[in-house]
C-alpha cells in the first residue's frame, strides 16, 4: 500500500504532476495547494495578492480527478476567492483534497480547520484559514485500519518559527486525527506544515507516540530546485508504528512542484 503527500503548488507543474500522478496511481493521495473553480472552463487563470502574481491551474482539482479515476476524491475547501481571467474576477476555491483508491473502504473521515474558519468572501489576511482532512480506510490484503490525516500549514509571512498559532494549530491537527483513529489503528499524519523539523509543531506530534519519517531517515530537503529560498523543508510525514514501514522516499525526480513527493509504502 503507497501513500504519497505532495504539495501540488497550485497545478503550476501540471504537465509534470499528472502524468507522475497517472504513472504511479498511489493508493492514497494527499495533496495540498489544490484549486477548484467550478463556474469555468479555463485552463489558466491568474492569482493575486499585492506584487504576488502567480499562475493558477483553474480546475486542478478537476484535473487530478481526471489522471486518478479509480480513486474517490474529496476536496475540503478553506476560503473562496477569486482569480483573474484578464481583468474578469472568476470565483474559486482553495484547499486541499484526499483521493483514495476506490478498493480501500473508506470506514471513517474527519475534516476540520487547525486555524481560523472557512473564508467565504475572500482568501483573508495572511496567515489565513487552514484546513485538515482525514480517512480512515480498511486494508483488506492487511487486514487493518489505517487512518491518514493531512494538513496544510499556515504561513506566516515572519517565516517558519514557532508561534502560538503554529502550536494551537498543532494541537487541533492531533485531535482532529485522534478523533479519527481507532484503537490498534496504524495511524499517520502528513502535509506541507511550513516549519522547521526541530519545530514544536513536530516536538508536539511526536510526543504523543509518533514518529516523523524526514529526519528519522536522514533526508535533507522536501523542496525541489523549483524552490528558490533558503530554507529545504516543509513537509513531514510521521507514523504510529516503524515496523509497518517497508519504505519511505523523498522523492527528487521527477520534479513535479515546488515540494517532493514523499511516499510511504507500508
Known sequence: MEIMC??????????????YLEATQPQILCLQE????????????????????????????????????????????????????????????????TFVHAALPIVGQVQGFVHKSYSPDGYGEHPRSRSAH????????????????HMHGLRDLRGKMDTPERSEQARRLLGLADQLTEPGDLKIICGDFNVEPDSETIRTLEASGLTELVAHT??????????KKSGRFADYMLINDLSAVREFQVVETPEVSDHRPLVLEL
Open 6 to 19: 505532495l504539495n501540488g503548488w497550485g497545478g503550476t507543474l501540471h504537465d509534470r504532476l499528472l502524468p
Open 34 to 97: 489544490v484549486v477548484h473553480s467550478p463556474e469555468t472552463d479555463k485552463d489558466s487563470l491568474t492569482y493575486r495578492d499585492g506584487d504576488h502574481v502567480l499562475p493558477q491551474r483553474a480546475n486542478f482539482f478537476r484535473e487530478v480527478c481526471a489522471a486518478l479515476p479509480d480513486h474517490t476524491a474529496v476536496f475540503c475547501p478553506a476560503a473562496q476567492g477569486v482569480l483573474w481571467d484578464g481583468d474578469r474576477p472568476v470565483p474559486s476555491q482553495w484547499g486541499l483534497a
Open 134 to 149: 482525514g480517512v480512515r480506510v480498511y486494508v483488506p490484503a492487511r487486514k487493518r485500519f489505517v487512518s491518514v490525516t
Open 218 to 227: 536522514g533526508f535533507q530537503s522536501t523542496r525541489s530546485s523549483f524552490y
